[in-house]
């Protein structure tokens, strides 16, 4: 850490001892009785911990990427990030405000304008009026969508919704980005693009959070990666270090 | 922004979100908000003034009715549409880390605006009617404040005890069902037999609805049932508030 002052050496994302639990049979049965015993500690059988004991510290600016099988806890571990669950063992904070790319298009509404559609989920997330009013061109541009401003949404190619809800996302001036495999759709020259507005971001001093099964793209963007397996973080260390590991543990 | 700004702003949106959709898929839009008070009431208005012979409630009658429905309206609408407050927007829920109260309080926000812009069809029934306005009128933003606090306790009890029991929403329909007979809505909690009058306090819309009422007939204000009303519809918030507490975390990861 550079000599500096304590905001310096504050870390953007602070995750301590978290763990979350999870009940193996969804939807089962649940008594009354549950819900007001208070949070007890003990595992009972149908339960289980998709992450647990998970510590690390996030500084401003860095770029992690997260890297482990499917269903190893990195979504997981992410919307924990996010805020969007919250941890039943541990403390999770987050410092600065955060632009999720989780579910982009959850927000939109099928039955509004794309207009409407926009001042609805950039104020959700935080944008005022007058910032969206600023910005609203630049969205439709990035999006390339300018012809379908005033069309309900539900008329939109499923392209262009992911379009639309990424140059949203993208446009607030928040300090941490988590990128989920969201990317994964669109065609590539809209992917191209996206990729070039996060290193923009990142340029920008951005924290970038980010999941993937992309070799390329981890080491593209990331210098430091965390790996997961079975619930508990095997490796913190940079990026290419690894993901060297995890090819040895699963691809030899 | 502010914490407290950041949270006005969002249930803001949610809230003009709700009622847009909610106009712009409909062609009657705003008439469909008093439509539904306005068929009951001449139902009720019919069967009770022109088939039956009527000895409970105050005339104007249809003045009466209307004082009462519309709250219920907004009351019963809050609370059936609170049970898929986050089944509906899972989604949404999933994706946005916005104080998850809104979820609920912008239902209720919402339906309390409908139920303002219904208003001027009570006002219109009173003038025509030649209902006599009294200065009780002062009182009805106290009845709006109670229950509002009432209606909004009551949501954050069912909505997150749905996501778990989904026999619950049924079960919510059917009990709304037995309480607008069981609340002084057709007829006036004087009209109770006396054994059962000392426990319709009990039920907290007998009270606001009597503050409602109490503009157009004055005899129908009852402070020791508004007293009890406000008593328990601040129990019933806190009870909300506690329980809602508890079950955010499981109800983030069921949805």
Same mark, same amino acid.
């Given at each position: #850490?550079?000599?500096?002052?304590?905001?310096?050496?504050?870390?953007?994302?602070?995750?301590?001892?978290?763990?979350?639990?999870?009940?193996?049979?969804?939807?089962?049965?649940?008594?009354?009785?549950? $819900?007001?015993?208070?949070?007890?500690?003990?595992?009972?059988?149908?339960?289980?911990?998709?992450?647990?004991?998970?510590?690390?510290?996030?500084?401003?600016?860095?770029?992690?990427?997260?890297?482990?099988?499917?269903?190893?806890?990195?979504?997981?571990?992410?919307?924990?990030?996010?805020?969007?669950? $919250?941890?039943?063992?541990?403390?999770?904070?987050?410092?600065?405000?955060?632009?999720? $790319?989780?579910?982009?298009?959850?927000?939109?509404?099928?039955?509004?304008?794309?207009?409407?559609?926009?001042?609805?989920?950039?104020?959700?997330?935080? #944008?005022?009026?007058?910032?969206?009013?600023?910005?609203?061109?630049?969205?439709?541009?990035?999006?390339?969508?300018?012809?379908?401003?005033?069309?309900?949404?539900?008329?939109?190619?499923?392209? #262009?919704?992911?379009?639309?809800?990424?140059?949203?996302?993208?446009?607030?001036?928040?300090?941490?980005?988590?990128?989920?495999?969201?990317?994964?759709?669109?065609?590539?020259?809209?992917?191209?693009?996206?990729?070039?507005?996060?290193?923009?971001? $990142?340029?920008?001093?951005?924290?970038?959070?980010?999941?993937?099964?992309?070799?390329?793209?981890?080491?593209?963007?990331?210098?430091?990666?965390?790996?997961?397996?079975?619930?508990?973080?095997?490796?913190?260390?940079?990026?290419?270090?690894?993901?060297?590991?995890?090819?040895?543990?699963?691809?030899? | 922004?502010?914490?407290?700004?950041?949270?006005?702003?969002?249930?803001?949106?949610?809230?003009?979100?709700?009622?847009?959709?909610?106009? !712009?898929? !409909?062609?009657?839009?705003?008439?469909?908000?008093?439509?539904?008070?306005?068929?009951?009431?001449?139902?009720?208005?019919?069967?009770?003034?022109?088939?039956?012979?009527?000895?409970?409630?105050?005339?104007?009658?249809?003045?009466?009715?209307?004082?009462?429905?519309?709250?219920?309206?907004?009351?019963?609408? !809050?609370?059936?549409?609170?049970?898929?407050?986050?089944?509906?927007?899972?989604?949404?829920?999933?994706?946005?880390?916005?104080?998850?109260?809104?979820?609920?309080?912008?239902?209720?926000? !919402?339906?309390?605006?409908?139920?303002?812009?219904?208003?001027?069809?009570?006002?219109?029934?009173?003038?025509?009617?030649?209902?006599?306005?009294?200065?009780?009128?002062?009182?009805?933003?106290?009845?709006?404040?109670?229950?509002?606090?009432?209606?909004?306790?009551?949501?954050?009890?069912?909505?997150?005890?749905?996501?778990?029991?989904?026999?619950?929403?049924?079960?919510?329909?059917?009990?709304?069902?037995?309480?607008?007979?069981?609340?002084?809505?057709?007829?006036?909690?004087?009209?109770?037999?006396?054994?059962?009058?000392?426990?319709?306090?009990?039920?907290?819309?007998?009270?606001?609805?009597?503050?409602?009422?109490?503009?157009?007939?004055?005899?129908?204000?009852?402070?020791?049932?508004?007293?009890?009303?406000?008593?328990?519809?601040?129990?019933?918030?806190?009870?909300?508030?506690?329980?809602?507490?508890?079950?955010?975390?499981?109800?983030?990861?069921?949805?």
């Amino acid at each position: #850490m550079p000599t500096g002052n304590a905001t310096a050496a504050r870390p953007a994302i602070s995750v301590a001892d978290a763990g979350i639990r999870f009940r193996r049979n969804r939807g089962g049965r649940r008594s009354f009785k549950d $819900l007001f015993a208070g949070r007890d500690r003990r595992s009972k059988p149908g339960e289980f911990w998709p992450l647990r004991h998970i510590s690390f510290d996030v500084a401003p600016g860095e770029a992690i990427g997260v890297v482990g099988r499917n269903g190893q806890g990195k979504s997981t571990l992410l919307k924990l990030v996010a805020g969007v669950v $919250l941890p039943d063992e541990g403390t999770i904070g987050v410092h600065e405000g955060v632009a999720p $790319l989780i579910e982009i298009t959850g927000g939109f509404v099928n039955d509004l304008t794309v207009r409407d559609n926009v001042y609805l989920t950039a104020g959700l997330h935080g #944008m005022s009026r007058r910032e969206i009013d600023g910005r609203f061109d630049d969205i439709i541009a990035f999006a390339e969508i300018a012809d379908f401003v005033d069309t309900p949404y539900k008329h939109l190619s499923s392209g #262009m919704k992911v379009r639309i809800a990424f140059a949203v996302i993208a446009q607030l001036e928040e300090p941490i980005i988590l990128v989920d495999e969201v990317l994964a759709v669109g065609d590539r020259a809209f992917r191209e693009k996206c990729y070039r507005r996060i290193e923009e971001l $990142l340029d920008g001093g951005r924290t970038l959070f980010f999941v993937s099964h992309n070799e390329k793209d981890l080491r593209r963007f990331c210098t430091r990666g965390l790996y997961l397996d079975k619930g508990a973080l095997v490796l913190d260390a940079p990026i290419d270090d690894v993901l060297d590991r995890y090819n040895a543990d699963y691809n030899s | 922004m502010s914490r407290s700004a950041r949270y006005r702003h969002a249930l803001w949106i949610l809230t003009v979100r709700d009622l847009r959709v909610r106009y !712009s898929t !409909s062609a009657l839009g705003y008439v469909w908000s008093i439509l539904d008070p306005l068929v009951m009431s001449g139902i009720y208005w019919f069967v009770f003034t022109q088939v039956f012979r009527r000895d409970v409630g105050e005339e104007p009658y249809i003045v009466f009715l209307l004082a009462a429905l519309l709250p219920w309206m907004w009351f019963t609408g !809050s609370v059936s549409d609170s049970t898929r407050a986050f089944l509906r927007e899972a989604k949404l829920v999933r994706s946005t880390t916005i104080p998850r109260t809104i979820w609920v309080n912008r239902i209720v926000l !919402s339906k309390g605006i409908e139920f303002l812009a219904a208003l001027p069809v009570l006002a219109a029934f009173a003038i025509f009617s030649g209902a006599q306005v009294n200065l009780d009128i002062v009182l009805f933003p106290l009845a709006i404040v109670i229950q509002a606090v009432l209606t909004i306790g009551l949501c954050l009890i069912v909505a997150p005890l749905v996501v778990f029991f989904r026999d619950l929403e049924r079960a919510v329909k059917l009990v709304l069902r037995f309480m607008f007979y069981a609340t002084p809505i057709i007829y006036s909690t004087t009209a109770l037999p006396d054994r059962i009058e000392p426990f319709a306090a009990f039920n907290p819309l007998s009270g606001i609805f009597a503050l409602y009422r109490s503009a157009f007939f004055p005899q129908e204000l009852n402070w020791h049932l508004v007293g009890v009303s406000a008593a328990m519809s601040t129990v019933i918030l806190a009870v909300g508030l506690l329980v809602f507490k508890r079950c955010e975390r499981s109800v983030l990861k069921e949805i």
